[in-house]
């Protein structure tokens, strides 16, 4: 479906370089995920709780068309990162926009 052609373009493909754990890979070496493999269970994951919303609250009207784009909303949740990107964020972002920049999770 709609995931897996997404999961078949080379901007998705590229998550498999990009480390979730940033820099904590240098000093734990076992912690070798990457946003690829992070990306697919968060759509999985969203998945899986909003076709629980659906069935314990009907009156939502949630439809297989809200949940495949739950799906697709989790699966994409990572594509616009760098390599890096948190540490990006939070060291280089401030010293190069100034004192009043603000990083907001």
Do not use: W
Not at 5 to 34: C, M, W
Not at 55 to 69: S, T
Not at 70 to 77: D, E, K, S, T
């Amino acid at each position: 479906g709609e995931c897996v052609r997404v999961i078949d373009t080379p901007e998705f493909q590229r998550l498999r370089d990009i480390k979730q754990l940033g820099t904590s890979y240098y000093v734990f070496p076992g912690a070798g995920h990457n946003r690829f493999e992070h990306s697919l269970g968060v759509c999985h994951m969203a998945e899986e709780m909003v076709i629980r919303i659906q069935r314990a609250q009907r009156d939502l009207g949630i439809d297989n068309q809200d949940v495949k784009r739950i799906a697709l909303a989790g699966l994409c949740h990572d594509l616009g990162h760098a390599p890096f990107s948190h540490v990006f964020d939070n060291e280089f972002l401030p010293k190069v926009l100034g004192e009043n920049f603000e990083v907001r999770a």
